[in-house]
C-alpha cells in the first residue's frame, strides 16, 4: 500500500473509532511499516518533516 492511502485510513479510523482503538493501533503500524522503508521512522521526524511531539 501507498504511504497516502495508509495515511487516508488512519485519519478515518481516528475520525470513525477514536485515538484508542485497536483499528488506529493497526494502521499507525502499517504506516510505520511503509515509512521504515525509505529510513523516516529513524530521523526522529514525522512523515511530513515536523519533530514529534515528546510523551
Given at each position: 500500500?501507498?504511504?497516502s492511502l495508509l495515511e487516508r485510513?488512519?485519519?478515518g479510523d481516528e475520525?470513525?473509532?477514536g485515538p484508542d482503538h485497536p483499528a488506529v493501533a493497526h494502521s499507525l503500524n502499517n504506516l510505520g511499516?511503509?515509512?521504515q522503508g525509505p529510513g523516516l521512522a529513524?530521523?526522529?521526524q514525522t512523515a511530513d518533516g515536523a519533530?514529534?511531539?515528546h510523551l
Open positions: 500500500m501507498s504511504r485510513v488512519l485519519a475520525a470513525n473509532y511499516v511503509v515509512l529513524r530521523t526522529g519533530s514529534p511531539p
